[in-house]
């Protein structure tokens, strides 16, 4: 089974910038598009942002041009740069794969940004 534990949420002003880090305990080499995806208080969840096995990115309208998602290979890592961030940011964040037909999810790490 695979194990994902996301790091790097915290408290951020807005306009700042914070990078969050989802760790694999499998080779990435062997899964498939690793996904971003945030829920914020009283909404559904939504997928932020998805990078394939190949390295195509695709990112939910919203963040488009200011978050950036990359695919570390060797660190067996997946890592969410997220810029100019904004209140609206705000939420859980939790990194996601589907191994086998089965969606595998870490625990979520909080990103608040203040006004």
């Known amino acids: 089974q695979v194990q994902l534990v996301e790091s790097g949420g915290g408290l951020v002003q807005a306009g700042g910038s914070r990078r969050l880090s989802c760790k694999s305990s499998?080779?990435?080499?062997?899964?498939?598009?690793m996904n971003w995806y945030r829920q914020a208080p009283g909404k559904q969840r939504e997928l932020v942002a998805r990078?394939?096995?190949?390295?195509?990115?695709d990112y939910a309208d919203s963040v488009k041009g200011r978050f950036t998602i990359s695919r570390e290979n060797v660190k067996n890592s997946v890592d969410l740069q997220m810029n100019s961030l904004k209140p609206e940011d705000t939420a859980v964040y939790s990194c996601n794969v589907v191994v086998v037909g089965k969606n595998c999810w870490g625990q979520g790490t909080q990103v608040t940004v203040s006004s």
């Open positions: 499998v080779s990435l080499f062997s899964l498939s598009a």
């Open positions: 990078v394939t096995t190949g390295g195509t990115t």
